[in-house]
Structures are given as structure tokens and as C-alpha cells.
């Protein structure tokens, strides 16, 4: 274990992340490297300003507690800055083109974190801005995320990818989960999916998760036997499955079809693995202290949605190490990009 060094590059460092699979595993594996040294230097008060100088655009048209607080902090803790813009707040998409709005942004800032909703538009600003671009969501990807949970994965398990497994349970079709199963399948683990038909990852992500899965050694299962999925199993996720703005009449056909698999104290016991961990990226809906916790309970009785508020606060949760690890792993992909030093001595 060692400091950041000037050593050249032992490999192209990363720069733009739009999607999983865009880094190499290599690329993955320095990056989480890179984090796991950036956390143990923040606790022990020793960490040096990396990116000294550099200013981060921050666009964000959808709301955010985890993602915008890594990049603000991981900007300030390392010397740079960012400039928050949110849905109101910058021309782009109502009064200017993405095209001109990338074409300004790069001639200021060094970078640009963007969250919104179609895949094209975070493209667009990383074709026509000529700067880094990281994606901080959209609808069809979440890479930053499934960064942190990778390093939260390895940091918990205290072993390589290869020998550890985790199954994504619940709606599938969805960002994190197709994140997770590319990422986590590109480094060699034995991913699973436990999904009914019609929440379960499209073709083309099933492809890539094999294809990637192929290459490391790994191996994806997508089933909607959720029985043969967790048994075993290192790690349990799950993601909500309501999110906000959500047409209430849809409700009850998306609880109806996910409800055999949320996840609770049965489904802990039923993995058999007693030191199973459960992930969550959050926000999540696992008491009635929200509006939609509340409304879920009042009309279909279920206290915590996709999760039971039990698992969500056991021992066996790790989603408040997953939340952290967003700030870790966004500060080494900032770093990377903008201030590539060499990294050595994988862990994977
Ligand atoms: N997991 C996640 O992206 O959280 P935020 O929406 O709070 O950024």
C-alpha cells in the first residue's frame, strides 16, 4: 500500500465515463485502488490536493444527495471547485443546443459531471466539449455508482472479485442494476439477477454482462427464481421500486409483480450464507418515514417497500459504506481524468 506516485502511467488512464464498460478492468481496478488509498488518507488527515486548480462543471437536471455531495466534496478535499447548475439553472436543453452548451463548458471548465435522463445528452456534452465528462446518471446507466459498490464489495469481502458473488434482486431494468452487472461481471464475479418478467435487464445488457463476463472469468444468471439466485450468495441489492413523480397507477401493478421479492428477514435466512451483506444504492423506501413509504403502507400494508426497515438496519447492511464510498471512488475518478499519476498494485 502506497501513496500517490509520479511515476508515468502504467497504462492510458482513464478519462471520459459515460457508461460501464467504457474503462478497461484495468482501468476499474486502478480506480478502486486509488479510492480505497484516497479513503485511508482522509481518516488519517494525510491527504495531498490533487486537483489543485481544476474547476468542475456540475449539471444536474434531477435531484441528488449522494452524488452531487462526492463531487462538491471530493473537489474541496482536493484542492478544485465546482460550479452547480440544476434543471433551472443553465440554458441547456430549453434555450441552447447540448451541443452549444458543451462547446461553452469546455472552454471553461475542465470537467463536467452531468445527471439527467437520455443517454445521448451526456454523450453530446463529451463529443462536442473536448473535457472529461462522467456520467452521474441517466436513465440507462450509473457508472459512478457501481464504482462505489464495487470498492464497498471488495472492502467488505476482503477478497478478489473472482471469489464473490452478488444478486441483484427486485426491478433489474433499471440503471443501477444494469450498471452493477456489467461493472461487477467485467471484473470476474459471479453475478446474478432474481427478477420477474418484464423487470429484467434488456438483451443488449445481458449481452454485455456476458460478454464482459466471458473475458474475466465471471458469469451472470438472470432468473426469476429468486430461490436458486441467493443461495450462497456474498451479496444481496436492491433498488426501489417506485421512484418520485411516478404515476400512482402504476403502483400497484409494479408491487404486485416485485412483491415476492423484496427483501426481508426470510430472504436473508433463505441465502444461507449467515454473513450475507445487503446493498442498496439509496435513497429507499424501508419505513414510513417518507412520503411514499407512508402512501405504500396505507394503501398496500407494506411497512418498507422494497426492503424491510429490519434488514435495511441490521448487521447485515452496508449501505451506509456503500453511500460514503461514492466520495472515495468519484474523487479517483476526478483524479484519473484530470491529474493521471500512476497507480499500481491491484488488489483484484
Ligand atoms: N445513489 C444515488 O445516486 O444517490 P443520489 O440520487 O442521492 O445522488
Known amino acids: 500500500m502506497t501513496g500517490i506516485v509520479d511515476a508515468p502511467p502504467a497504462f492510458t488512464p482513464a478519462k471520459s465515463l459515460l457508461k460501464d464498460g467504457d474503462h478497461s478492468p484495468a482501468q476499474v481496478l486502478a480506480t478502486l485502488d486509488l479510492a480505497d488509498r484516497l479513503k485511508a488518507q482522509r481518516r488519517a488527515g494525510t491527504e495531498t490536493p490533487g486537483l489543485m486548480g481544476k474547476n468542475v462543471a456540475l449539471v444536474f437536471e434531477k435531484a441528488s444527495t449522494r452524488t452531487r455531495s462526492a463531487f462538491e466534496v471530493a473537489l474541496r478535499d482536493q484542492g478544485g471547485a465546482g460550479v452547480y447548475f440544476d434543471s433551472t439553472s443553465s440554458h441547456m436543453g430549453s434555450g441552447e443546443s447540448v451541443e452549444d452548451t458543451a462547446k461553452v463548458l469546455g472552454r471553461m471548465f475542465d470537467g463536467i459531471a452531468y445527471r439527467g435522463f437520455d443517454q445521448t445528452d451526456v454523450e453530446q456534452l463529451a463529443e462536442f466539449s473536448g473535457i472529461p465528462v462522467w456520467n452521474a446518471l441517466t436513465d440507462q446507466w450509473h457508472p459512478t455508482q457501481a464504482l462505489a459498490d464495487l470498492m464497498t464489495m471488495r472492502e467488505s469481502a476482503a477478497r ?152 435495511f438496519r441490521s448487521d447485515h447492511s452496508i449501505v451506509f459504506e456503500q453511500a460514503e464510498n461514492r466520495l472515495h471512488t468519484i474523487k479517483a475518478l476526478m483524479i484519473e481524468s484530470l491529474s493521471p499519476r500512476s497507480v499500481t498494485g491491484s488488489q483484484a
Open 160 to 311: 478478489g472479485f473472482g471469489d464473490m458473488s452478488v444478486c441483484f434482486i427486485g426491478d433489474s431494468s433499471d440503471n443501477v442494476a444494469r450498471s452493477l452487472m456489467v461493472s461487477a461481471a467485467s471484473l470476474g464475479v459471479d453475478v446474478r439477477i432474481a427478477s420477474p418478467a418484464g423487470y429484467q435487464p434488456d438483451d443488449r445488457t445481458i449481452a454485455m454482462s456476458e460478454e464482459a463476463a466471458k473475458a474475466s472469468g465471471g458469469s451472470v444468471t438472470v432468473t426469476a427464481d429468486i430461490d436458486t439466485a441467493i443461495d450462497g450468495v456474498d451479496f444481496l441489492y436492491t433498488d426501489v421500486w417506485l421512484s418520485m413523480g411516478e404515476k400512482e397507477s402504476l403502483w400497484e401493478e409494479r408491487i404486485t409483480a416485485l412483491r415476492p421479492y423484496r427483501i426481508d428477514e426470510s430472504v436473508i435466512d433463505a441465502t444461507r450464507n449467515p454473513h450475507v451483506k445487503f446493498m442498496h444504492c439509496l435513497p429507499s423506501f424501508h419505513d414510513r418515514a417518507t412520503t411514499i413509504g407512508r402512501a405504500a403502507f396505507e394503501k398496500y400494508g407494506l411497512d418498507g417497500i422494497e426492503v424491510s426497515d429490519h434488514v
